[in-house]
């Protein structure tokens, strides 16, 4: 069974998220079932650069990522688009054999098996701003399908007030799994620079409204990726 | 009994290791063993200070703490110069007895019976760079004190390559603590403006040398607090 990749790369440091700053290497799906607006990875979701998406093996998907870390057991990340939407056992079963630990994100619209062989499950629902809508009976779905693993957590992005009012309901659904809000970065051209003051600005801005609301359930983090490469890809 | 204490603050956002980005109320302990030569708290670690220091009572530094909470359990921070040359036993039980979470940053130099109450104990040996010498018997004496601690980790601040190369064997030491790795910030002077195009150029250093040389144990994380506040104080 052939798994469509856009690119595996690493190691470096996890930017966002309860791994935050964990060596990592990624290896990022082709396809996504979401169109959000603010996409910061269009090669990995719109069906337009499906021809630069390779068609690959489990086996040399596992080869590639192991060649990267020199076979030394690190965290693995598969991403996207929805990592969901393909059969990532096999890939996760070899890495296992060796030691390796794993984590998927998706926005959690589509719940598959292989989330129990996961040390880490992110489930990253879409609020307002990104244009789509959320499926709560096929997130709790991925909750259920995530049971067993070491850690499940939610991260919810926040452009707006309407994100962070959205965000409250989200954690409401689901209280038991651990938050972490990240402010939205709306510069996600990779041939434009990015500027570290403003990423900055937006997270005080949002440490700020938080705070000052007393919410204090969520954990806030920034993209340190953005923060030292900008939307550079494969690093 | 009567602590000395720096500063009552927050809450706002943990900026570093392993509770970053967790709504956190900071007590910060007046009082040093050690006189660091990139110290970010002088104010709390140079007698010449100690005028500026609180004498309180337990009771009044719970009190302070919880206000500015508003009663809302969250997590609090003891920091310093160093917490561990005072008793604060009395502040966590009455803080414990509310629901609150205690977490405390110390060198490791001085062990104290209450760092079994505490969550999270982080222990962060001073490397070359610094000016100080580690007493390592000290040190296990507070991993040992720590024995039921929900998370004791090790925090390390790097400069250079000696400190990182001196991190390595601090790891090996204490292969079993999870180990932060932060790179080190040479702008401490409050009154001055801090660069975060520098912050992110140190995180990058640290992330590749550390990557280059396929160490995946540590996380890899900047100070947040430095990114959005600069070095002020009390936020």
């Excluded at 990624?26 to 996504?32: D, M, P, T, Y």
């Excluded at 192991?66 to 929805?82: C, K």
């Amino acid at each position: 069974m052939t798994l469509r990749i856009v690119e595996i790369f690493g190691p470096t440091i996890q930017g966002e998220g309860v791994l935050i700053g964990e060596p990592t290497v990624f290896i990022r799906a082709g396809g996504c079932d979401y169109r959000c607006s603010w996409c910061d990875s269009l090669h990995a979701v719109d069906s337009a650069f499906r021809h630069s998406w390779l068609p690959m093996e489990p086996e040399a998907v596992w080869q590639q990522a192991r060649d990267l870390s020199g076979g030394q057991p690190l965290t693995i990340s598969i991403s996207g688009g929805n990592p969901a939407i393909q059969d990532f056992a096999p890939v996760i079963a070899l890495g296992r054999a060796e030691g390796y630990r794993f984590a998927c994100e998706t926005q959690g619209s589509i719940a598959k098996p292989w989330f129990a062989d996961l040390d880490t499950l992110v489930l990253s629902p879409k609020p307002p701003s990104s244009g789509e809508t959320v499926d709560w009976a096929a997130f709790a779905d991925c909750v259920q399908a995530g049971q067993g693993v070491r850690q499940t957590v939610m991260k919810i992005v926040i452009f707006d007030d309407a994100d962070y009012a959205w965000a409250k309901d989200a954690h409401a659904r689901h209280p038991d799994l651990p938050l972490y809000l990240q402010p939205g970065n709306p510069e996600v051209d990779p041939d434009l620079p990015v500027d570290p003051q403003a990423l900055a600005d937006r997270l005080l801005w949002l440490t700020e409204k938080t705070m000052a609301d007393a919410w204090f359930a969520p954990r806030i983090l920034p993209q340190l990726h953005v923060l030292i490469w900008g939307n550079k890809r494969g690093v």
